[in-house]
């Protein structure tokens, strides 16, 4: 929506109908492979399961040039990351 990259990860279910889906939401400072075991867990039990790394976080763009920092200029950034990721 603002043109900042999101990194994200889809995993579907590989045999039959899925139970649901997942939507994997972590919190500040934390990244995808993280919850690789979590994921795995889910999956096994029949569901599919997407997430996503905040901007600023692990795999997504910087807002500004220091990539060590998770910077946003505003809280609004992140429902907008939000909105993204479910579009």
């Keep these: ?9 889809f995993w579907p279910k590989s045999v039959g109908k899925p139970r649901g889906t997942i939507c994997l939401v972590q919190g500040r400072s934390k990244f995808i492979e993280k919850y690789f075991e979590t994921i795995a867990d889910f999956c096994k039990r029949g569901f599919v399961v997407a997430t996503f790394d905040w901007r600023g976080q692990s795999g997504s763009g910087r807002l500004i040039g220091d990539a060590s920092l998770g910077y946003v200029n505003k809280f ?12």
């Design 1 to 9: 929506m603002d043109n900042v990259q999101l990194h994200y990860a």
């Design 76 to 87: 609004e950034d992140y429902w907008t990351d939000l909105k993204s990721f479910h579009s």
